[in-house]
């Protein structure tokens, strides 16, 4: 059940502007995100806007990429951008570009309201690529959660202090209602956006050269001769995957299914296009979906502190 302490209820109705979320896994950072969206949408603080920059995790749309939504109150737009990666570990040049492009996108269509919530990546070199992140999108808040003494959030907060970057600092302690997820429940989660996307797609048939595709696989790009050597052919089906065209860039696709012949795969590919991206504007405030909030209460737990820089 979905549980809003006090401390979550002062902050969602005061927080305003970019407002950046960090803090490791499981601490409760995207749930705080949808609900700080949905009181901005409640209040018609127009436009608002969700950036998404979780590629394993995303709550608007297909894994391995990152994702904007900015609602105008008439009307919602989605734009996504390519990271080919379900952890920005070892892409992080890549994820910043992403950051950087959508972050420009909302800033043209005049969004103050902006919640960027993030993955759990914040350990050793997540550390840097994070406050990279900060610096990027300049927040007027940022919220770390689960701060205690000794771990890595308190080492985030003190980077960032000492930096002077992310604006005035917030610092939720854990909270026990928060529940960690199993990898298994992580990748099934992932494998059904991708499933769901799949469908969507416009489907193809094509031999392929082994050197033109490349899969991600266990969060990691691959090229596909790579995979075929260590995997079954059979476990290509739903991957997600990208096409190389000749100029180096890459169409992203979804496999679903795959024939060998002599000199090559047949493969099956649903291509994503912008078109498959940008799912339907009916779907409304799409990240409340699952949140039940009307019906949620209120207990009591530890006061989140704003930190003096
Ligand atoms: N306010 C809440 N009330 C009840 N359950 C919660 C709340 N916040 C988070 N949870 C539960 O805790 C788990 C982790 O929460 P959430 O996905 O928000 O964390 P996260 O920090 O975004 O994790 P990740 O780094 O993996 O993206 C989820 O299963 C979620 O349902
Ligand atoms: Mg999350």
């Keep these: 059940m979905l549980v809003i302490p006090p401390v979550y209820k002062k902050y969602i109705s005061t927080l305003h502007g970019r407002v950046l979320l960090l ?25 608002c806007a969700f950036l998404d920059l979780d590629p394993g995790q995303t709550k608007l749309g297909l894994p391995g990429f990152h994702w904007g939504l900015i609602n105008h109150g008439w009307k919602n737009e989605r734009v996504a951008r390519m ?19 959508l972050t420009h996108w909302l800033k043209k269509q ?88 799949a469908k969507r797609g416009h489907s193809f048939s094509m031999v392929v050269k082994l050197d033109q595709c490349e899969i991600v696989s266990n969060g990691h790009v691959q090229p596909l001769k790579k995979f075929l050597c260590d995997s079954a052919s059979s476990e290509l089906k739903n991957k997600l995957g990208a096409l190389k065209k000749a100029d180096g860039t890459h169409i992203p696709c ?37 949140l039940n909030v009307e019906t949620s209460s209120a207990t009591n737990h530890p006061e989140a502190g704003r930190v003096q820089p």
């Excluded at 409760?28 to 700080?36: E, N, P, Q, V």
């Excluded at 078109?275 to 405030?285: S, Y």
């Design 23 to 47: 803090g490791g896994a499981d601490t409760g950072k995207t749930t705080f995100a949808r609900l700080l969206y949905i009181s901005w949408y409640k209040k018609q603080s127009f436009p």
């Design 83 to 101: 990271l080919g990666s379900f952890s920005p570990r070892g892409y992080e040049q890549l994820s910043l570009e992403n950051l950087k492009h």
């Design 110 to 197: 005049e969004a103050e309201d902006i919640v960027l919530d993030t993955c759990g990546y914040i350990r050793d070199t997540g550390m840097a690529y994070k406050i990279h992140v900060a610096e990027i999108f300049a927040p007027r808040y940022t919220v770390i959660f689960s701060m205690s003494k000794n771990n890595d959030e308190e080492k985030l907060l003190n980077t960032l202090i000492k930096n002077g970057i992310g604006g005035e600092i917030i610092a939720f302690p854990p909270q026990a209602f928060v529940t960690p997820r199993t990898r298994e429940k992580r990748i099934r989660y992932r494998n059904r956006q991708i499933s769901l996307f």
């Design 254 to 290: 979804v496999v679903t299914n795959s024939v060998l012949f002599e000199d090559g795969y047949q493969v099956e590919f649903h291509i994503i296009t912008e078109k498959h991206l940008t799912p339907p504007a009916e779907e409304g405030i799409i990240i409340a979906k699952d």
